[in-house]
């Protein structure tokens, strides 16, 4: 479903380009080339300012927060998250059926099945370089889901999820099963624990810039979803509380950036009962695409072969 939207989205993108180039061409008399580039300037800028506004409010919260801003990691994550954010958003998940492999063939495995469960508004694409990055360290088969509808609450994912896990788990004749969560797919996952069998069926959780605690970004976002993501609302409360009182032994790991951009404050991606990791440099969509954590990943998924 998101891919269709995405694929409606980059259609309407082409065109316009399509109307420019030949205005340029034809009413203004520039030569191909000359439009080909003016094109491509448009198409690259239209990537960096869609990238720009959340980090504008990020470094406003920050300021208004007195929290200390650090010119040299904020533009390298900035760098880092416009290359990210366009080949996922423009490549990767709008194509997701042709350039995403299928998930490996049912049958025993070489180490205890992982799912990657991805975040807000992304499907199983999102995981393309992580995906890779990961079989090269782990011998365990990695299998993905996409999670719809991409605007629904959080709670109408928990059997989507636990229906997926059951699915894995047969099939790999596995009685447990690794989750690598991404943002909000983490929220989900740790709801699949509080709630049901999830804990009997997990054996270690990670996630990755999810907002634990919220994020006042989700101001800026559309859905049921985000709006559960927002700080201090009852869903999320509610979700710790559930926690507490179920007080489920499975490992977690919190995987997050200093420098995210959609999640603030950032130390909303802690957990007070989880080994709590922190990188700088990195921004939210291009941690999935960094080998330093795919090597912290591979770390976490090792420990339970």
């Known amino acids: 479903m998101i891919a269709r939207a995405i694929i409606t989205l980059l259609i309407l993108e082409f ?18 080339l000359s439009v080909a580039a003016i094109v491509l300037a448009v198409f690259v800028s239209v990537r960096i300012v869609i990238s720009l506004p959340a980090y504008f409010v990020a470094s406003l919260l920050r300021l208004k927060s007195h929290s200390p801003i650090n010119i040299g990691d904020t533009l ?16 990767v998940q709008p194509l997701e059926k042709w350039v995403m492999a299928p ?15 991805h975040g807000y508004v992304c499907n199983r694409g999102i995981w393309r370089a992580m995906r890779r990055l990961l079989g090269e360290r782990v011998p365990n088969p990695l299998f993905t889901i996409n ?23 047969a099939a790999t004749g596995s009685g447990k099963i690794v989750i690598i ?45 985000v709006r559960q993501m927002y700080c ?11 926690e507490t009182r179920r ?15 959609l999640v603030f404050p950032t130390t909303s991606c802690r957990l007070s009962h989880a080994n709590n990791i922190a990188l700088r440099g990195i921004g939210h969509v291009s941690l999935l695409h960094s080998a330093h954590v795919a090597d912290l990943l591979a770390q976490e998924i090792m420990a339970e072969n």
């Open 15 to 32: 065109l316009s380009y399509t109307v420019l180039g030949a205005w340029l061409l034809r009413v203004k008399g520039l030569g191909f």
């Open 76 to 91: 390298a994550a900035m760098g880092k998250e416009i290359w990210s954010r366009s080949l996922a958003f423009t490549f």
């Open 103 to 117: 998930d490996p063939e049912p049958g025993p495995s070489a180490g205890m099945p992982v799912l990657l469960v």
């Open 147 to 169: 999670l719809e509808p991409p605007l629904a609450p959080i709670d109408d994912y928990l059997p989507q999820l636990a229906t997926r896990v059951d699915k894995i788990c």
């Open 181 to 225: 969560a991404h943002s909000m797919g983490g929220l989900a996952a740790r709801a699949y624990l509080a709630r049901g069998v999830g804990a009997e069926r997990v054996a270690r959780l990670v996630t990755i810039a999810s907002p634990h605690h919220g994020t006042e970004i989700a101001r800026l976002g559309l859905g049921r979803n």
């Open 232 to 242: 201090g609302n009852a869903w999320l409360a509610k979700l710790a509380e559930e």
């Open 247 to 261: 007080r489920s032994a499975v490992p977690v790991t919190c995987i997050y950036s200093d420098n995210d951009d």
